[in-house]
């Protein structure tokens, strides 16, 4: 990025509101549904994780890029985001771990970003008038244009984005968190391979990360396309089902709805994160519905009774509690923020999940002992032969 010629870029929202800056990233023009993320760490992890998908992001913190880009930092193969918006941008990285600036890195992945605007004015029109579609562009500085090509872009309620972000062929993840990162004691991974449990994941959009931590509780995690038929996930005889994190409206994804749905009379541990948590409410008949601006940020909390868990999280819909079935479901944790549902377990089954990412990257690590619950659920089906109980959704210390 030359510091001495900055090339003008502009934003146009939906309902015409126009922001000046200059160009970060690729040039171009891109479009999305613009959200912010409050976290003040995380920046690459954030721009990787699926879940951003089909949306244009803009970071509260008001400088980005201080430390660069690294490889092990990614979520994902590569940025998911639409597209970035940031108040100031460095230019020179300066930490020991950076391989790339950001916005070399995202000029590489053809990623337009737009900085210098006011991104505290911006947010505050985000909470005030919601989430909505918006275009960044280098190529189109007429906002009467630009606006035109915003207001004919798909709406996020109702989109299925599933697709463009699940894998394409079935593959074996077994690396954990590294050692250097390593923050829980209750982590075992089993090097051997002499008592793994075999987990297999459903990709909506799943982040490395949460892989990590599930090979890090000792489990062999087979991830499978989103579209995978419950019979054929069932030929792998796995002691557990996770549903992942991912991008879009649930209600859309119909596909991973009814695997769901079928996947419940296995009576096998299935534990949800994010979508998966939408998707685990909707198998059970509950409805979803979107968020004003919705919950994307590091320091989000939850809880219910005693306990109160600082969460990361990055979602737009949530599950409507009055659609819940109360006799089988109950509310485990909620956002308390705004109440509401943050997550929920089945009372006679091995089904549980939460709205927030405990595998916390970036975030704190207070959710991290759901791992440690969903594995300790699936040995239990273990050794009752598959009969079901009920799951433990607090911590036990």
């Not at 509101?17 to 993320?37: D, K, L, M, Q």
């Not at 108040?87 to 970003?113: F, M």
């Not at 390593?182 to 959009?205: I, K, R």
């Not at 695997?259 to 534990?271: C, G, H, N, W």
Request: charged content about 20%; glycine content about 8%; aromatic content about 8%.
């Amino acid at each position: 990025m030359a510091l001495s010629a900055p090339q003008p870029a502009l934003l146009v929202l939906a309902d015409g509101s126009v922001y000046r800056g200059w160009s970060f990233g690729a040039p171009g023009t891109t479009i999305g549904e613009v959200v912010f993320n409050t976290g003040m760490t995380g920046y690459q992890e954030v721009l990787t994780d699926p879940s951003y998908c089909g949306q244009i992001v803009t970071f509260t913190y008001p400088e980005l890029g201080n430390t660069g880009v690294n490889p092990e930092d990614d979520e994902s193969a590569r940025p998911q985001v639409r597209g970035a918006i940031a108040r100031n941008i460095c230019p020179r990285p300066s930490n020991w771990r950076s391989t790339q600036s950001l916005s070399d890195y995202l000029k590489q992945h053809n990623i337009p970003g737009i900085y210098g605007i006011d991104t505290r004015a911006l947010t505050r029109k985000l909470r005030s008038a919601g989430a909505m579609n918006g275009a960044i562009s280098t190529e189109i500085l007429d906002p009467t244009e630009l606006l035109e090509q915003v207001q004919n872009a798909p709406s996020m309620a109702g989109l299925n984005l599933v697709q463009e972000v699940t894998t394409s062929t079935i593959y074996e993840w077994s690396d954990p968190t590294d050692s250097v990162w390593e923050f829980s004691p209750t982590a075992q991974n089993d090097e051997s391979g002499s008592n793994l449990l075999t987990v297999v994941a459903l990709d909506f959009g799943i982040k490395r990360n949460i892989l990590r931590r599930l090979a890090s509780y000792g489990c062999r995690v087979l991830v499978v396309p989103a579209d995978t038929p419950p019979d054929e996930i069932m030929k792998y005889n796995p002691d557990g089902i996770f549903l992942s994190n991912g991008p879009g409206d649930p209600a859309a994804v119909t596909e991973g709805i009814a695997t769901t749905k079928a996947l419940l009379t296995s009576q096998k541990p299935i534990f949800g994160i994010c979508m998966g948590h939408q998707i685990l409410g909707l198998s059970l008949g509950a409805e979803t519905f979107k968020l004003k601006f919705g919950h994307r940020g590091l320091n989000q909390p939850a809880g219910l009774k005693q306990r109160i868990e600082i969460t990361s999280q990055n979602h737009g819909f949530a599950i409507a509690p009055e659609s819940l079935p109360d006799a089988d479901v109950e509310i485990t944790h909620l956002n308390l923020n705004d109440r509401t549902v943050a997550g929920l377990r089945h009372k006679s089954l091995p089904l549980f999940s939460v709205q927030y990412h405990p595998e916390a990257s970036p975030g704190p690590h207070d959710a991290d002992y759901l791992f440690e619950n969903f594995v300790q659920a699936m040995r239990a089906a273990k050794t009752n032969g598959d009969r079901p109980t009920a799951v433990a959704t607090e911590a036990t210390s």
